[in-house]
């Protein structure tokens, strides 16, 4: 039995719980989480290196995965082109049954490694990162994607939350969280998910930091394409080069609404 299908002991008793008891056994178990993702932190930093390496060398990253483990990655690579401003094809998720599988369950198609395998060879090459993603680091997709990687010459990353996972064992940087079993047994949509979650943040947003695409903590390479955004690009211009919000609003619109060129001129 792998890590992630294992029972919780706490957990055998769920259905005769109150709502309260419910809640307060999955907040108990969420703040094991982040503890577990700091143990990581060395492997995370590999990581996050060799995709500043090869997005500086005209590289990309492609996170591959299945279910749960699949929307994520989807999640945050389209989360790179409006954050950072770089090209949408920097970052790209890709997810076992395709763009079906974000919105119902094609279980089956994470059983497939020559699908994986044939997905991944038609977004990645030499000088690419592939971030596998698998709770368990057992789904034949994600494995037949990095296998794929490996001989394409791309770097490979797992991300997974089982120490034994042959995932693990078959990219050139393992991400393991160990965050134990979940109370329901083997939905992996919770801690596993929620550990994902934070380690997928660490990696887009600690790399296009150390890339230069914010100015400290502010997104000025954001894409100022709604009203929300415009209001905080006008923030952010204002603070940065002292105006009032009416004056930042006016460099803005004359520079495009390209706040780094706003904030210079």
Known sequence: MTRTEGRHPNAARLSSLTTREILALMNEEDRRVPVAVATALPQIERAVEAIVAAIAAGGRVRYVGAGTSGRLGVLDASEWAPTFGV???VARGIIAGGERALRES???????????ERDIRAEA??????VGISASGRAPYVRGAIGAARALGARTVAVTCDPASPLAGATD???VVDVGPEIVSGSSRLKAGT?????LNMLSTAAMVRLGRTRDDLMADLRAVNAKLKERAVRIVAAEAHLSAEQARG??????WDIRKAIQN
Not at 106 to 116: F, L, S, T
Not at 125 to 130: A, E, L, Q, R, W
Request: proline share 12%; net charge negative.
């Open 87 to 89: 090209d949408p094809a």
């Open 106 to 116: 094609i279980e089956g198609a994470e059983d497939d490694p020559a699908a994986g």
């Open 125 to 130: 090459g030499p000088g690419d990162v592939v």
């Open 173 to 175: 940087i393992p991400i």
């Open 195 to 199: 550990a994902t979650k934070l380690v």
């Open 251 to 256: 460099r803005l619109e004359r520079a495009g």
